[in-house]
């Protein structure tokens, strides 16, 4: 299960960020997870729940914030519909996934002096 590499990769961002901003407490972790990201949101939150433990996130709770897969044409830059063909409806064109695959540390909430 991929989700506990994932956690610990968020914690040690986490720790960063306070060493950075030297604060005192981790309040809140948001996270958004891409729909075609692979990761199983309730895996995560159950990683997260086991590995915070003894950690400056031991107390923090995990939001997470899902993002949708948007698809774009590489040569126009047209927003393709849902579920539709892999072309560009204007031009004809190959299209690339622009959002959807990410998992992103979003936003800390930190305790600082």
């Known amino acids: ?6 956690v610990q ?9 306070v060493r950075r901003h030297q604060a005192r407490a981790v309040h809140a972790v948001c996270v958004q ?4 990201s692979g990761v199983d949101v309730g895996l995560l939150k ?15 709770e995990l939001k997470v914030e899902p993002v949708e897969a948007r698809w774009e044409c590489r040569a126009c830059r047209a927003e393709l519909a849902p ?9 004809g064109g190959a299209v690339r996934l622009a959002q959807g695959d990410e998992i ?3 936003k800390l909430e930190l305790e600082v002096a």
């Not at 299960?1 to 994932?6: A, D, F, L, N």
Request: aromatic share 6%; charged share 20%; with cysteine.
């Open 1 to 6: 299960m991929h989700e506990y590499s994932i």
């Open 83 to 91: 579920g539709g063909p892999l072309t560009c409806d204007r031009c």
């Open 104 to 106: 992103v540390l979003a």
């Open 9 to 17: 990769a968020l914690v040690n961002q986490v720790e960063e960020q």
């Open 46 to 60: 159950t990683a997260y729940d086991l590995f915070r433990e003894d950690t400056i996130c031991a107390r923090a």
């Open 33 to 36: 997870v891409g729909a075609l």
